[in-house]
């Protein structure tokens, strides 16, 4: 390019000037600001939540009782109470289970889609998985609410049925589709040159898939699991109605939980803007944006470097 | 397969042949079984919300205003409220998406930068609906309440704007990615800017790539409900909304209301307005299915 436009202006071609020029140099400028759109939300979602918050967490908020206790009383006189530790074990409880339900069905309908299946089952399988992935969160916590409640009260005869086991159901059929879609991805990457290699040594098509697709899809296929837990850690309408809302620390599947998300959304109707209890909800907002940042940044890095070392 | 052939060619099948055949098969069924299980329970599930919610849906539910104390009537105001706040965050995101999306894939050098809006983008999409909702709040509702003038139509659209704009980027930058280079250095080649050629060339080629990703987007922002709780949407106006400065009803929200919220609604109501939504959004998702099909077959490259 360089070189060429050198060439350009010693012979005395330039550039023309005219309308088609600038428009072209005014579409450059508004695209850019377009591409770098991104990048601008994210830091202003960090910094308004952060602005809101930050100044609370940083020198009013007791960190010893905010990481270190359960008693989350952001109400109560004369001293509230911020312990946030049975919020962050509620939602990692209802994760964790989630993760149980959701990591082998989606890793195993990834490799039944992109390895077994073939010609039209696989189309429709895909088409389904897709359409799975779309259902609203709000509707999932009604299914929690109505179909799965009555559901666990009856086969387990307990007296409450939104509890983890229901969340957590709910939460791994939410999170299954969109991980069986990243896993399968991560599958596709995987040249078909190794598969024929393996197959023309007489492995058969599992062997093919233990031995040679699954090792070299696994940085893909770990990403997955990690958008995966990224997503049902920030799931919020979900987990409000079918966890139970209990400020709880649990200790079995059938107990009810609350979870940082559900806390926000529930609570945050309630308070006077500039309160404590207002700022201590967007210091959960904080914590929650830089886990699922952590969590995206890493699940890029391992898809990235997959992509560099086969470049 | 190498099994077959090992029989054409008269060689026997050894044990351990046989073993790795009827391993092949025990796994294949059993991860056959596997799919299987993650579907079925969704399938039921969408015939629950059928059966119950059937019976409530008819013309009167979808055209009438709620009545007493929203347990019985219709859902009017919910449906045009959530017909506002789709058009008005459509308005917002998808011209900026797409020109996110033409930067990446017409201009954007291979550098830092490009990475950064990559990750950007990632993050955007993985950023909990909750803290969107924080992040309108604090931005559209008190910052620029000047202009917004608090909780309205406008707040809880840019939120979702923002919130869905990683789907119009992805899939417009596949779309665009998708026309071959030789049909912009055709372009180039006569004399055409970088940007005669975007609009003559690659757009068009792509046009309707694009517009299966804006479907997508619009049955993801029917759904979302935490991001407009506290930003437009509330629990009930009487009055259907009239310009983006109002507050509406969203049938998200009034689905979370009727069945988490309040009291002594009769069932068949939640039930009737989660299977509108489930319809309105599975609707939108198989059109761009098809829609995407469909261009498969067409495509003339």
New interface residues.
């Given amino acids: 390019m360089g070189a060429l436009r050198e060439e350009s202006a010693q012979r005395g071609i330039e550039d023309r000037i005219d309308a088609?020029?600038v428009?072209?140099r005014i579409?450059?400028a508004?695209?850019?600001?377009?591409?770098?759109?991104?990048?601008v939300?994210?830091i202003?979602?960090f910094i308004?939540?952060a602005?809101?918050g930050l100044g609370f967490a940083l020198f009013d908020l007791d960190k010893s009782q905010f990481f270190g206790s359960p008693a989350w009383r952001p109400t109560s006189e004369p001293e509230p109470q911020f312990g946030a530790l049975a919020l962050m074990a509620g939602t990692a409880s209802v994760t964790g289970f989630a993760m149980l339900i959701a990591v082998?069905?989606?890793l195993?309908?990834a490799?039944?889609?992109s390895e077994?299946?073939t010609g039209r089952k696989r189309e429709y399988?895909k088409?389904?998985?897709?359409?799975?992935a779309?259902?609203?969160?709000?509707?999932w916590?009604?299914?929690g609410?109505?179909?799965m409640n009555p559901l666990i009260i009856q086969v387990f005869n307990v007296p409450v049925g939104l509890t983890i086991l229901n969340a957590g159901v709910i939460l791994g059929?939410m999170a299954?589709?969109i991980m069986?879609t990243i896993a399968e991805d991560a599958l596709k990457a995987v040249p078909d040159g190794y598969r024929e290699a393996a197959?023309a040594m007489?492995?058969?098509?599992?062997?093919v898939?233990r031995w040679v697709v699954l090792p070299s899809a696994k940085k893909g296929l770990v990403a997955a699991i990690l958008?995966g837990v990224?997503?049902g850690?920030?799931?919020?309408?979900a987990v409000?109605?079918a966890s139970g809302h209990a400020i709880n620390l649990p200790t079995s599947p059938f107990d009810s939980v609350r979870a940082l998300?559900a806390t926000?959304?529930s609570e945050?109707?309630e308070t006077a803007?500039g309160s404590e209890h207002y700022k201590a909800?967007?210091t959960l907002?904080i914590l929650?944006?830089l886990v699922?940042?952590t969590?995206?940044?890493l699940?890029?890095i391992l898809v990235r470097g997959r992509k560099g070392k086969k470049a | 397969?190498?099994?077959k052939q090992h029989q054409i060619t008269s060689f026997e099948a050894q044990p351990l042949d046989l073993k790795?055949?009827r391993?092949?098969r025990l796994?294949?069924f059993?991860?056959?079984w596997?799919?299987m299980?993650?579907?079925l329970?969704?399938l039921l599930?969408l015939g629950?919300?059928i059966y119950k919610g059937s019976p409530a849906l008819s013309w009167a539910f979808f055209t009438e205003m709620p009545r007493d104390g929203m347990t019985a009537g219709g859902i009017l105001p919910a449906l045009i409220g959530t017909l506002w706040l789709v058009g008005v965050a459509l308005t917002a995101a998808v011209?900026?998406?797409?020109?996110?999306a033409?930067?990446?894939s017409?201009?954007?050098p291979d550098n830092m930068?490009t990475r950064?809006?990559?990750?950007?983008?990632?993050?955007?999409a993985?950023?909990?609906?909750?803290?969107?909702?924080?992040?309108g709040?604090?931005?559209f509702v008190?910052?620029l309440k000047p202009l917004t003038g608090g909780t309205c139509i406008l707040a809880a659209s840019l939120t979702l704007a923002?919130m869905t704009?990683?789907v119009v980027?992805v899939s417009t930058r596949e779309s665009l990615q998708a026309v071959p280079r030789q049909f912009r250095e055709a372009c180039w080649s006569l004399g055409?800017?970088?940007?005669?050629t975007?609009?003559k060339v690659v757009l068009p080629n792509s046009i309707s790539g694009i517009l299966t990703g804006v479907i997508?987007q619009v049955?993801?922002t029917?759904?979302?409900?935490?991001p407009i709780?506290?930003t437009g949407a509330v629990t009930y106006v009487a009055f259907l909304p009239e310009s983006f400065t109002d507050e509406t009803m969203a049938l998200?929200?009034h689905?979370?209301n009727l069945?988490?919220v309040m009291q002594d609604v009769p069932?068949s109501l939640?039930?009737g307005v989660?299977l509108a939504?489930?319809g309105v959004?599975?609707t939108?998702?198989?059109a761009s299915?098809a829609f995407r099909m469909h261009l498969r077959g067409k495509k003339k490259w």
């Avoid at chain 1, 007489?202 to 062997?207: E, F, I, K, L």
């Avoid at chain 2, 011209?95 to 996110?100: M, R, S, V």
Wanted: glycine content about 8%; overall charge neutral; hydrophobic content about 60%.
């Fill in positions: 088609a020029w428009w072209d579409a450059k508004v695209i850019f600001i377009g591409g770098i759109s991104a990048i939300f994210v202003s979602i308004f939540v602005k809101e082998p069905f989606s195993g309908s490799i039944y889609i077994f299946a399988l088409i389904l998985v897709e359409l799975l779309a259902i609203p969160s709000v509707v916590g009604f299914i609410l109505t179909i059929l299954a589709p069986t197959e007489g492995a058969t098509r599992w062997q898939i958008l990224g997503r850690f920030g799931e919020t309408m409000l109605m998300t926000i959304a945050l109707g803007r909800l967007f907002g929650l944006f699922t940042f969590i995206n940044l699940a890029d | 397969m190498s099994v790795n055949r391993n092949e796994v294949r059993f991860l056959g596997v799919t299980l993650l579907i329970p969704v599930i629950v919300l011209p900026l998406g797409i020109a996110a033409i930067y990446l017409e201009y954007a930068l950064i809006i990559n990750l950007a983008i990632i993050n955007l993985g950023v909990p609906s909750i803290v969107h909702a924080l992040f709040l604090g931005a008190i910052f923002i704009l990683p980027i055409a800017t970088r940007w005669q975007i609009r997508i049955s993801m029917v759904g979302e409900t935490a709780m506290y998200s929200l689905l979370y069945a988490f069932e939640p039930f989660a939504l489930v959004v599975l939108l998702n198989s299915i």
